[in-house]
């Protein structure tokens, strides 16, 4: 597609229950990220891929967060056991290459409301 | 620590200048940006700016850079109400890790 296409765009689950949200980069960027925005706290990072190296993983906030990009595409990022402060819209970008002159294409997000 | 800083709310007058001001935290960021967030929508890269750089002008946006103060300011010369949206101003840290503020969400009154 021309942009980054992100699933769902909503979602509400109960407390304690498994939720995956989807992200399509752009086709050809290497670089992904995950952000989290809660109301008032801006953008908060989650993880980063870029091509086949290891993930930086330092924003994940728990051991119930995981991400996964298979095939240096699409990515998976999941959370267990959900809790009420996970609530938040999840955004995803891509990027040609992720360095310094690299700029962000956002998905819409996917909107998580945990009840 | 990483901390960007920006105020949460700015209502001007259409016809008027905005100016949203972010201060950022790591002195060796080599680039800064503005991004525009509109209602339900993702992100989108307005400017950006080299540290090496004081102003930067684009049609109706100039970006004033302070690196002795690391404060970095959005300048939107006559107001739209189109113009309405949440500017969230970012650094760079390191090679990859883009650093965003808590945004300013602009209105803009008729």
């Known amino acids: 597609g021309a942009g980054v296409s992100q699933s769902p765009s909503n979602k509400v689950t109960e407390k304690g229950k498994d939720v995956e949200l989807r992200c399509d980069p752009i086709s050809g960027h290497t670089a992904l990220y995950w952000y989290r925005q809660s109301l008032g706290q801006g953008l908060e990072f989650l993880i980063y891929?870029?091509?086949?190296?290891?993930?930086?993983k330092s924003g994940l906030p728990s051991d119930r967060f995981s991400a996964e990009r298979t095939g240096g595409s699409v990515s998976t990022l999941t959370i267990q056991r959900t809790q009420q402060e996970d609530s938040a819209v999840y955004l995803c970008?891509?990027?040609?290459?992720?360095?310094?002159?690299?700029?962000?294409?956002f998905g819409e997000g996917s909107r998580l409301t945990v009840l | 620590g990483e901390d960007v800083e920006q105020s949460l709310f700015l209502s001007v007058r259409e016809g008027d200048s905005s100016v949203i001001n972010c201060t950022y935290t790591d002195s060796s960021s080599t680039y800064l940006y503005w991004y525009k967030q509109e209602p339900g929508a993702g992100l989108q890269l307005l400017t950006y700016i080299f540290s090496n750089m004081d102003m930067k002008q684009d049609q109706r946006l100039t970006v004033l850079l302070n690196k002795k103060d690391k404060h970095l300011s959005l300048r939107i010369a006559d107001t739209q109400t189109g113009d309405s949206a949440i500017y969230f101003c970012a650094e760079m840290t390191g090679t990859y890790k883009y650093i965003f503020g808590t945004g300013t969400r602009l209105k803009v009154l008729a």
């Open positions: 891929f870029q091509g086949n190296s290891a993930p930086d």
């Open positions: 970008a891509s990027s040609l290459s992720g360095g310094l002159d690299g700029e962000l294409f």
